[in-house]
């Protein structure tokens, strides 16, 4: 079974289990982007936190979750493009990476919790979405 914390040579892998686990890793941090914001609203820092950086370790991991043989099959939204702009595709995903480092330093302290984590949190699901995801 594809775990979410370990990721073995992709030739263990097959096509399906890299497609179905990167759709498993975004599927958890929507959830948890979910929880982050109504922890946050709840000032329940300690908790959101957590979310966020177990959210930063997320999109690190996925980088590796595109490789060439996983364009297309198994219902994957991914568009093409990716693999055209690789380079941009991963520093975006890396920036969504970086954003919830520093949404976690600076959301104790802001004075507009709802517009902080739209800022770096819910703009870079968007920034990436509308390039590099089908529309759903
Ligand atoms: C750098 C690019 C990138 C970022 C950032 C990103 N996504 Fe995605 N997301 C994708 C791609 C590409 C797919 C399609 C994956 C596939 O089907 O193989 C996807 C798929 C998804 C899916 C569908 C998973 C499934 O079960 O099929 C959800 C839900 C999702 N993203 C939520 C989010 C949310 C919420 C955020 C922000 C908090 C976010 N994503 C940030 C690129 C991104």
């Given at each position: 079974m594809l775990t979410l914390f370990t990721f073995p040579a992709y030739s263990e892998l097959s096509v399906e289990e890299i497609i179905k686990g990167r759709q498993a890793i975004f599927s958890e941090n929507y959830k948890n982007a979910k929880r982050v914001q109504a922890l946050?609203?709840?000032?329940?820092?300690?908790a959101a936190?957590?979310?966020?950086?177990?959210?930063?370790?997320?999109?690190?991991?996925?980088?590796d979750y595109f490789p060439d043989n996983t364009k297309e099959g198994f219902d994957t939204e991914a568009l093409p493009i990716i693999w055209e702009n690789k380079d941009e595709f991963n520093a975006l995903m890396q920036k969504a990476?970086?954003?919830?480092?520093?949404?976690?330093?600076?959301?104790?302290?802001?004075?507009?919790?709802?517009?902080?984590?739209?800022?770096?949190?819910?703009?870079?699901?968007?920034?990436?979405?509308?390039?590099f995801r089908m529309p759903h």
């Open positions: 946050s609203s709840e000032l329940e820092f300690e936190i957590e979310l966020m950086n177990k959210m930063s370790q997320n999109y690190t991991k996925l980088i990476s970086d954003n919830m480092l520093t949404l976690a330093s600076v959301i104790e302290d802001a004075d507009d919790i709802r517009g902080t984590l739209k800022k770096h949190m819910w703009s870079s699901c968007k920034a990436c979405h509308s390039k």
